[in-house]
């Protein structure tokens, strides 16, 4: 592993849906990708409940969800003076 990033589907699909996101889970193990180490999301429902369906004893996987905003300063007002 080198560290570059690659898409490796585009798929329409409802993001929030757990059969959506297995379907996708799913389409990858069948072409041979081995299971993720690391699972980063932004909260969506989907995503988890397609990992535990789809990563679960297929190697390991951790699945991290945010405990925050989505961005730091989301919604933070402007510093004092304009800044």
């Known amino acids: 592993m080198?560290?570059?990033k690659e898409v490796v589907a585009v798929v329409?699909?409802?993001?929030?849906?757990?059969?959506?996101?297995?379907?996708?889970?799913?389409?990858?193990?069948?072409r041979g990708m081995p299971a993720p180490r690391l699972v980063i999301g932004d909260g969506h429902l989907g995503i988890w409940g397609g990992a535990a369906e789809h990563l679960a004893g297929g190697g390991r996987a951790t699945v991290l969800e945010p405990q925050g905003p989505p961005c730091a300063g989301a919604g933070a007002a402007p510093p004092a003076g304009g800044g």
């Open 2 to 4: 080198d560290g570059r």
């Open 12 to 30: 329409p699909g409802y993001r929030e849906s757990v059969e959506s996101w297995s379907e996708v889970l799913r389409d990858l193990r069948e």
